[in-house]
């Protein structure tokens, strides 16, 4: 993101995780102040994962996707993978997600992003 106030928003929801770990009623609002800074740079993806991030949140206090595999899969092993396998809470991933954020132009971090939002839509 271009925006300087949106890097160091991604950067204060990174530092409040790693200090605090995923609360719902701190990491919410800043994801959807976030968001609208991703609605003026018009970047459709990285508003689409946002959204999706902050609802998956809402809904479980917690963060049950799993990091993109290093390899290409397509749309239907992401969603076999996510309703296998046991929902486990992934800060790791999270904070992962929060490092794409910052950078939604690159063309590895928008094939990730992309990876995200099909799993979070099929989760």
Request: no cysteine.
């Given at each position: 993101m271009e925006n300087a106030n949106a890097i160091?928003?991604?950067?204060?929801?990174?530092?409040?995780?790693?200090?605090?770990?995923?609360?719902?009623?701190q990491i919410v609002p800043n994801l959807k102040?976030?968001?609208?800074?991703?609605?003026?740079?018009e970047i459709p993806t990285l508003v689409k994962a946002i959204r999706l991030t902050y609802e998956?949140?809402?809904?479980?206090?917690?963060?049950?996707?799993?990091m993109p595999d290093d390899e290409p899969i397509d749309e239907l092993d992401v969603?076999?993978?996510?309703?296998i396998s046991e929902p486990q809470n992934n800060i790791e991933s999270l904070q992962y997600l929060?490092?794409?954020?910052?950078?939604?132009?690159?063309k590895h971090n928008i094939a990730d992003l992309k990876e995200y939002n099909a799993k979070l839509a099929a989760f």
């Open positions: 160091k928003l991604i950067k204060l929801i990174q530092s409040d995780l790693v200090t605090d770990g995923i609360v719902t009623e102040k976030l968001r609208e800074y991703a609605l003026l740079e998956h949140i809402e809904a479980n206090n917690a963060f049950y996707i799993s969603v076999e993978t996510t309703l929060l490092s794409l954020f910052k950078d939604p132009m690159n």
